[in-house]
């Protein structure tokens, strides 16, 4: 069924991107500015742009809305419920907290 391969590529996209704003905050708390430090930034910064463009509202919870039938729950990923209804309220202010801190890092070098 599609929205199980809706559910897998939203579950795996939310771990990258997750992962992400965890090492791009690690990367500012303890001031190891490489590559992969850019890598992580601009992929999340991608994710950024995607989610503001479509109107603040992950596309991928459109689709799985559409894929569902009506009168059931909307799943559109492999998250504990409670969790997946507060990954922008976590996730937001971690990666404002790693965006000061690196820039913090790049201007006093």
Known sequence: MLITWVRLFH?????VMFGAILFLLYCGLSNQLTRWTAIAFGVT???VLVYAAN????????WAENLTPA??????????????AHVVSISTPLLGIACL?????????
Not at 11 to 15: C, D, E, G, K, R
Not at 55 to 62: A, M, Q, S, V
């Open 11 to 15: 579950t795996l996209v939310f771990v």
């Open 45 to 47: 910064a991608i994710e």
């Open 55 to 62: 109107g603040f509202r992950c596309p991928l919870r459109t």
């Open 71 to 84: 009168g059931q729950i909307v799943r559109d990923i492999y998250l504990p419920p409670g969790l997946s």
């Open 101 to 109: 801190l690196l820039l913090g890092r790049l201007l006093t070098r």
